[in-house]
């Protein structure tokens, strides 16, 4: 789970609006919200790309200070000039990622310092770097001392075989580093490094010699005999503590003569107690030995605790920094008041009617926010045959503070409750010159004037049906269209009633009955009754006539041929006369098995596809009209052949080797199997996938041969290649 909460932002626009007009705002704004127990950095956020079609920038910014309690980020979503308001909704989704941009946090942090030293053998043209991973339970910050020493650079060749001139300095670093870390959280990598113990043309198991020799608290050795493990020591002033600190070696590399010369080391450190600390008495200039890694800890430091209310819910609405908006229904409702926050931040509400007198069914006072970071509560509104208001106010308690969508409000934390008498209706009809039918697809009320919906009830289906008065078919000439096909459908002039639907279809035509279904959504009651009536002959033949399908022909247009390789697919088109029937839609089969057909959006194109199975199949697409006029094609899947060369490898006896066997192979993408054919006489191969190694003794120089083919789902097996591998003394 992410951690946090990424909100919305709506606007609403008259159809024709744009940018670059300045009718549509130049910049969206939304936040994202720390679950409890959480914490946020607008630097660890971002916007995937690309950016959808008219957004042209996406900034994140704090609205306090970077992983403090209460902080949210702010996600400013700038609109392209070209963007404009068409005649259905339009939304746009914005692809968020996140990295170290969220940490948990920790209510009773403890602060442990303690020092690295390296030893940077410059002298040999060795290198080391030091980094502080960071994770959601702790975060470190370190400061840095580095001294030289000069040595005898011509001795130290003589005895361990350095032959570069890389000067005669020494480097060594201390980093002291200071990690706030979560007790609970288990052992988490508070410093890592990389060290490289000299040139890569120098040998490094002489500089590695040197090395050791220079560590003497080291305790044991890696796998290689070659490098020093970082162990940590604890000293005598510190022995009531435990020994929590873990070093060890992560990762070797190897030059080509098989030495390593250079290693990935790493510090797991599991945080102290309170408790542990406090009963030890120290100070950081004990904390540092002479050895290659050492720790120590310094007197922590005492974090007050404090605690967010991030924002109120309502299960009707949503409350945002531009405002509360929410009427409540005349007839009395009820709804569930929610707020969120950190786990043990204390609050107090209050909610009056306009005489002062309390509605909440009981007090909330002082109350310590549960652990899942969420206190709900049932609310009733009583019906009233006036206008009135009912005023919200949140107070914070000890060592709470309210965030900005609380106090940016005015007064701050404080939500207002309009109840306003009276009960407009929106309607929904159809109308026509001509002689048709329908039925009032929907006709609603119960909602005050000016009421704003929320996300819970904002959402209705839409239904009519259309007859012919006399009896009769009907057939439509296209679908009817939102708000164009309407009447009323403006709010500056229907009485401010903000409305819009989707998904309008119409089914049945060439039939006597016409079926218009679809989705409304409402965002604003008006002051005032509005009907909203469909113009039907906009979309209707009068006449009632009905154009069939006359004959189909298909085509794999702009390909020439009908063929196609296994797993590419092929796209097959309908060509349908009369181009303008009374019902285009087509279906789709394909005859076999082993092949699928997927149809397009509009069924005037399909594409086949199969994923293992060759040969050919008979592609049909018939009208679905019920004239029962259909096309058909022939269309035929081959698989394409792999290609297996012989070839030429050099390999070194008394060792195991990685061979590329199909370099030089026909492999259409990578992906094969390798099957060997014929084992060599002298060592053994062992093969996964495409990967093959060789493992030989120690033998004298000579030629040796194995044969080898490749497979692949999909395509035909490759012929039996050769390879010759040339073996030569280590």
């Not at 951690?3 to 994202?32: K, N, R, W």
């Not at 308690?397 to 969508?405: D, F, I, M, Q, R």
């Not at 919906?453 to 049906?465: A, L, R, Y």
């Not at 990967?691 to 120690?698: E, N, P, S």
Request: with cysteine; aromatic share 8%.
């Amino acid at each position: 789970m992410p951690y946090y909460t990424i909100g919305t932002s709506v606007t609403q626009e008259a159809t024709g609006d744009s940018v670059g007009a300045g009718t549509i705002p130049s910049t969206a704004v939304f936040t994202i919200t720390p679950d409890a127990g959480y914490v946020l950095d607008a630097a660890g956020f971002s916007a995937s790309t690309p950016l959808p079609t008219g957004i042209s920038s996406v900034a994140f910014a704090n609205s306090t200070t970077a992983f403090a309690l209460g902080n949210v980020v702010n996600v400013t979503a700038t609109y392209a000039n070209s963007l404009a308001m068409a005649s259905a909704d339009i939304s746009l989704s914005i692809g968020i990622c996140e990295s170290n941009g969220v940490q948990v946090f920790v209510s009773v942090p403890v602060v442990v310092k303690f020092k690295v030293e390296t030893h940077e053998t410059t002298h040999f043209g060795g290198t080391h770097t030091t980094s502080l991973p960071t994770s959601i339970y702790h975060s470190s910050t370190k400061t840095t001392t580095s001294t030289t020493s000069t040595t005898n650079v011509s001795s130290e060749k003589t005895l361990f075989g350095i032959t570069g001139s890389y000067g005669s300095v020494r480097t060594t670093r201390v980093d002291t580093i200071t990690t706030t870390i979560d007790p609970a959280s288990g052992p988490q990598t508070v410093v890592q490094g990389t060290m490289r113990v000299c040139h890569t043309s120098e040998d490094p198991k002489a500089c590695i010699v040197h090395a050791i020799s220079s560590a003497p608290n080291c305790l044991s050795y890696d796998p290689t005999g070659y490098i020093c493990n970082i162990t940590p020591e604890l000293y005598s002033q510190f022995t009531s503590l435990p020994n929590n600190f873990n070093g060890y070696i992560e990762t070797l590399y190897y030059n080509s003569a098989g030495f390593v010369n250079k290693f990935d080391w790493k510090i797991d450190f599991e945080g102290y107690t309170q408790t542990q600390l406090d009963a030890t008495n120290y100070t950081s200039a004990d904390m540092l030995a002479s050895s290659v890694v050492n720790y120590g800890l310094t007197n922590n430091n005492q974090w007050v605790t404090q605690y967010t209310i991030g924002k109120l819910e309502d299960s009707a609405t949503t409350l945002t920094s531009s405002g509360w908006d929410v009427n409540v229904n005349p007839l009395g409702e009820t709804r569930t008041l929610s707020l969120v926050g950190d786990a043990g931040a204390t609050f107090t509400v209050t909610f009056v009617n306009a005489s002062n007198a309390t509605i909440l069914a009981s007090p909330i006072t002082n109350v310590v926010m549960p652990s899942n970071g969420r206190y709900d509560w049932t609310q009733v509104f009583p019906a009233s045959g006036t206008t009135t208001t009912y005023t919200l106010v949140v107070a914070a308690g000890a060592n709470t503070t309210l965030s900005s969508l609380f106090t940016s409000r005015s007064p701050s934390a404080t939500f207002v409750y309009n109840q306003i008498s009276g009960t407009p209706s929106i309607t929904l009809s159809g109308s026509s010159s001509s002689s048709f039918a329908t039925s009032t697809t929907s006709s609603f009320t119960g909602f005050a004037p000016n009421f704003r919906f929320g996300p819970t009830n904002n959402t209705f289906p839409v239904s009519m049906t259309i007859t012919k008065v006399g009896g009769g078919n009907l057939s439509i000439t296209r679908q009817p269209q939102w708000p164009g096909d309407w009447s009323n459908s403006d709010p500056a002039t229907n009485g401010g009633t903000q409305l819009g639907l989707s998904a309008l279809a119409v089914t049945g035509s060439g039939t006597s009955t016409l079926t218009l279904a679809g989705t409304a959504s409402r965002s604003l009651m008006g002051s005032s009754n509005v009907n909203m009536a469909l113009a039907l002959n906009n979309f209707i033949d009068v006449s009632g006539g009905n154009t069939p399908v006359a004959s189909i022909t298909l085509n794999t247009n702009p390909i020439a041929s009908s063929s196609f390789n296994l797993t590419d697919g092929i796209t097959v088109n309908a060509v349908v006369t009369p181009a303008n029937p009374t019902n285009p839609a087509l279906t789709w089969a394909v005859s076999g098995s082993g092949f699928t057909i997927t149809p397009s959006s509009d069924t005037k194109s399909a594409v086949v596809n199969s994923a293992s199975t060759t040969g050919t199949r008979t592609v049909t697409c018939t009208a679905a009209d019920g004239s029962g006029v259909n096309g058909t094609i022939n269309v035929v899947a081959t698989a394409q052949a792999l290609e297996a060369n012989n070839d030429v490898i050099s390999v070194s006896a008394g060792r195991t080797t990685g061979i590329d066997i199909t370099a030089n192979d026909i492999t259409h993408g990578g992906g094969c199997t390798v099957v060997i054919v014929q084992q060599p006489s002298v060592g053994t191969l062992a093969v996964t996938g495409q990967t093959v190694a060789l493992t030989i003794g120690d033998v004298q120089s000579q030629n040796v041969e194995f044969t080898y083919k490749l497979t692949k789902t999909g395509f035909t097996e490759s012929n039996t290649a050769e390879v010759t591998l040339v073996v030569g003394q280590n």
